[in-house]
């Protein structure tokens, strides 16, 4: 795997992880914690969301799906 894609999804499980912890995040909070641009952070909320893993009951704010998860 590319050094990049290792590094996204890295990424995108250390959002989940933050997101099911915290139980409901907002994309801004979230452009805080991970230090990324706002477009960053929707293009991987976008692929946990693709995934069914989270979703977005109100605009702009996040929370983790009852989809049964193994983290590893």
Do not use: A
């Not at 590319?2 to 996204?8: C, E, F, L």
């Not at 995040?25 to 477009?39: H, M, N, Y």
């Amino acid at each position: 795997m590319k050094p990049s894609t290792d590094r996204m999804l890295t990424r995108i499980k250390s959002m989940y992880l933050y997101i099911k912890r915290r139980g409901n995040v907002t994309t801004q909070e979230l452009v805080e914690e991970f230090g990324t641009t706002q477009r960053t952070i929707q293009r991987d909320l976008n692929v946990l969301e693709y995934n069914n893993l989270v979703k977005s009951p109100t605009r702009g704010k996040w929370v983790v799906t009852k989809r049964k998860t193994i983290v590893s």
